[in-house]
C-alpha cells in the first residue's frame, strides 16, 4: 500500500458526459501528478500540482482540468468523454519533485 | 523531449534465471525510475537512481549516465516477479517520461 488513494476504482460512462477523479496523496506530500495510461498511447504525464497551485503540464487535452485543494487532495476533470478518453488514471504523489513518486491504485474509466 | 526505449518488449524465462532488461534514453537526466506493473493494473515504484547501482533483495538496478543507459536485473527469478517492468525518466516538475514497458513472464 503506498499511502495514495484514489476513488472511484472504476467509472463506466457515455460519451459526451463528465467525470471527477479524486487522487489524496500520502501524508506530507505536497506534490500530485497525474497520469494517463491507454493501450495505444501507454503511460503519459498530464499535470502536476504543488501545494495548490500548477507547476507543469503535459499532454493534457483542454476538455480535461485538474486542481489541488487547501487539504492536498487533487481532483481531474474529464468532460465531452470521447471513447479514446477509456484509460487507466493513475496519481501519484512526492514530498517535492524530482524524488521518487508514490502511485495510487488507478481509476480505471470506460467510456461507452 | 526525451525518448525512452526498452528491450526486450516481452520476455519469458524459466524460473530461476537471471533477468536482464534494458532502458536507454535520448537526453541527460537527473534520475532514472524503475516501476513494476502487476496484472491487477496498481504500479510500484522499485528504483530510483542517478549514478552507479541499488539493490533491493534480488533486484538490482544500474545506471551508465555518459551512455544514457540503464539495466534492471533479477536474480533467481520467480513466477511471483511476473509484471511489466517499467523504466521512466525525469519526475521533476514536469513530470516522468515512460518506456513502453517490458512483459516479463517467468514460468515455474
Known amino acids: 500500500d503506498s499511502g495514495v488513494t484514489q476513488t472511484p476504482k472504476h467509472l463506466i460512462t457515455a460519451t459526451g458526459q463528465r467525470v471527477t477523479l479524486r487522487c489524496s496523496p500520502r501524508?506530507?506530500?505536497?506534490?500530485v501528478y497525474w497520469y494517463q495510461q491507454s493501450l495505444d498511447q501507454g503511460l503519459q504525464f498530464l499535470i502536476h500540482?504543488?501545494?495548490?497551485?500548477?507547476?507543469a503540464k503535459g499532454n493534457i487535452l483542454e476538455r480535461f482540468s485538474a486542481q489541488q485543494f487547501p487539504d492536498l487532495h487533487s481532483e481531474l476533470n474529464l468532460s465531452s468523454l470521447e471513447l479514446g478518453d477509456s484509460a487507466l488514471y493513475f496519481c501519484?504523489?512526492?514530498?517535492?519533485?524530482?524524488?521518487?513518486?508514490?502511485f495510487g491504485p488507478g481509476t480505471r474509466l470506460t467510456v461507452t | 523531449k526525451n525518448e525512452v526505449e526498452q528491450s526486450p518488449q516481452n520476455l519469458t524465462a524459466q524460473e530461476g534465471e537471471f533477468i536482464t532488461i534494458n532502458c536507454s534514453y535520448s537526453v541527460g537526466i537527473s534520475a532514472l525510475h524503475w516501476l513494476q506493473q502487476h496484472p491487477g493494473g496498481g504500479i510500484v515504484s522499485l528504483f530510483m537512481?542517478?549514478?552507479g547501482k541499488k539493490k533491493h533483495g534480488r533486484l538490482i538496478a544500474t545506471i551508465n549516465i555518459q551512455e544514457k543507459h540503464s539495466s534492471l536485473h533479477i536474480t533467481a527469478s520467480h513466477p511471483r516477479d511476473s509484471a511489466v517492468y517499467i523504466c521512466a525518466v525525469g519526475g521533476g516538475a514536469d513530470g516522468l517520461t515512460f518506456g513502453k514497458g517490458t512483459h516479463l513472464i517467468i514460468q515455474p
Open positions: 501519484a504523489s512526492s514530498v517535492g519533485w524530482g524524488v521518487e513518486q508514490y
Open positions: 500540482y504543488y501545494n495548490g497551485e500548477e507547476r
Open positions: 501524508s506530507g506530500d505536497l506534490s
Open positions: 537512481l542517478s549514478s
